[in-house]
T-cell receptor, first 113, second 111 residues
Framework: NAGVTQTPKFQVLKTGQSMTLQCAQD?????MSWYRQDPGMGLRLIHY???????DQGEVPNGYNVSRSTTEDFPLRLLSAAPSQTSVYFC????????????FGPGTRLTVT | EDQVTQSPEALRLQEGESSSLNCSYT??????LFWYRQDPGKGPEFLFT???AGEEKEKERLKATLTKKESFLHITAPKPEDSATYLC????????????FGKGTKLTVNP
């Protein structure tokens, strides 16, 4: 099993550009989530999904969109990048909800100039 | 609003010097408290889940305990490979599908 994979590992965007961060898992997990991690702020939940076709907002959803068309994939879209979105982004998955062991991907380091 | 506060922010230990990390929380009914370990440049890795006051979990040199207001991660005779950032998170009752994380404690164990 590859676990949770994220692409790209690094990305530099200009303000106003859009892009999609990819996340995939091969463990047949129902629950998937996106976090951002900033220095001194800890992990903050952006969006999450409890199953294919179901998504909901987390703590900091503004500026981000998600969709969950399959169990395996949970892409995160930045609509119009802003310098405030410079961060490290982690995708995670678990069997059924965050109360189960969450498996995190290796992260995407995004810089918006 | 659910909150998690971890202390200290950073801790330096000598190899073999036991200590504890603290995680205090305020939540409207605790469904679960979680400890994760994060190595530099990597995603967090699950360690423990605690559900009720008085519960304890152990894994190698780590032992996690839980009270009604806080959790401790005890590290016994640490080794340099225990160096990492330790994250605490809580899940509230009431159907919450979210975790709230603390800012973490960065542990450095010197040989």
């Amino acid at each position: 099993n590859a676990g949770v994979t994220q692409t790209p590992k690094f990305q530099v965007l200009k303000t106003g550009q859009s892009m999609t961060l990819q996340c995939a898992q091969d463990m047949n997990h129902e629950y998937m989530s996106w976090y951002r991690q900033d220095p001194g702020m800890g992990l903050r939940l952006i969006h999450y999904s409890v199953g294919a076709g179901i998504t909901d907002q987390g703590e900091v959803p503004n500026g981000y969109n998600v969709s969950r068309s399959t169990t395996e994939d949970f892409p995160l879209r930045l609509l119009s990048a802003a310098p405030s979105q410079t961060s490290v982004y982690f995708c995670a998955s678990s069997y059924s909800g965050p109360g189960y062991e969450q498996y995190f991907g290796p992260g995407t380091r995004l810089t918006v100039t | 609003e659910d909150q998690v506060t971890q202390s200290p922010e950073a801790l330096r230990l000598q190899e073999g010097e036991s200590s504890s990390l603290n995680c205090s929380y305020t939540v409207s009914g605790l469904r679960g408290l979680f400890w994760y370990r994060q190595d530099p440049g990597k995603g967090p890795e699950f360690l423990f889940t605690l559900y009720s006051a008085g519960e304890e979990k152990e894994k190698e040199r780590l032992k996690a305990t839980l009270t009604k207001k806080e959790s401790f991660l005890h590290i016994t005779a640490p080794k340099p490979e225990d160096s990492a950032t330790y994250l605490c998170a809580v899940q509230a009752q009431g159907g919450s599908e979210k975790l709230v994380f603390g800012k973490g404690t960065k542990l450095t164990v010197n040989p």
